[in-house]
């Protein structure tokens, strides 16, 4: 089982990043993914959940309107599209995959693929 993130980089405030995850090992498409961020000093926080047909999505109150999430099941890959980033949005970017409760709500259960994250940094 593997989960790898991948297009973090260097962005000014108000630009765009697209972040992805490829998912393997396992039937992707029976999965509930979602994203998580970690600034060092800070605690992790939820950015956005997607359930496995795309269909219902959520996002946390401080991304909602900038940042969506989607997914792409035949290339079993997960989207993180960032429009108007800012500072505070820098942070390591995880992708996770389980159920809906434990990805939305218990990140930490022992059920849950996590991958090893991606860095965005907002900064001019």
């Known amino acids: 089982v593997q989960l790898v993130e991948s297009g973090g980089g260097l962005v000014q405030p108000g630009g765009s990043l697209r972040l992805s995850c490829l998912a393997s090992g396992f039937t992707f498409s029976s999965y509930v993914v979602s994203w998580y961020r970690q600034n060092p000093g800070k605690e992790r926080e939820w950015v956005a959940t997607g359930t496995p047909s795309g269909a219902r999505t959520d996002a946390a109150d401080s991304v909602k309107g900038r940042f969506t999430i989607s997914r792409d099941n035949a290339k079993n890959m997960v989207y993180l599209q960032m429009n108007n980033l800012k500072p505070e949005d820098t942070a390591v970017y995880y992708c996770?995959?389980?159920?809906?409760?434990?990805?939305?709500?218990?990140?930490?259960?022992?059920?849950?693929?996590w991958g090893k994250g991606t860095l965005v940094t907002v900064s001019s």
């Open positions: 996770v995959a389980g159920s809906y409760y434990n990805t939305r709500h218990n990140p930490d259960s022992a059920t849950n693929y």
